[in-house]
């Protein structure tokens, strides 16, 4: 297993459907912000919203980066997602396999990387 993880993230977002997680998970990656994005089809959600219970059809986005680009990754989804409030979910992560680490580390951020400036607040 990995040394250290400490600055390593699993952000995840759930989708109306497949071309709306594509476009985020392509995003992401183009843009360095995520190592990598998964998409896992034929979620079944069951919430409340607005007082009513809710079931539907969805698709999970998991995304692996580092702390430094959480907030990026935030205002990158919110941008390109179709709901009023996206369930975004951010987890530390506890251990990685040997390599993942380094691997996430090397494929986020650079001089591609579309990052905001750690500075930056969004508006909420």
């Not at 995840?12 to 998970?25: H, K, N, Q, S």
């Not at 090397?106 to 750690?118: Q, Y």
Request: hydrophobic share 45%; charged share 25%.
């Amino acid at each position: 297993m990995s040394k250290s993880v400490d600055d390593l993230r699993i952000v995840t977002v759930t989708c109306p459907d497949e071309a709306t997680a594509l476009v985020i998970a392509r995003l992401v990656v183009e843009r360095r912000l995520a190592a990598c994005a998964n998409i896992v089809p034929g979620v079944r959600s069951v919430y409340r919203w607005m007082g009513e219970i809710n079931e539907e059809s969805e698709v999970i986005v998991t995304m692996k980066t580092r702390e430094d680009f959480v907030e990026s990754l935030f205002t990158a989804i919110v941008a390109n997602h179709p709901y009023q409030q996206p369930a975004i979910e951010v987890a530390a992560l506890a251990d990685a396999g040997r390599g993942v680490a380094a691997w996430i580390r090397a494929e986020t951020g650079g001089e591609d990387s579309m990052a905001l400036p750690r500075t930056f607040k969004s508006v909420e």
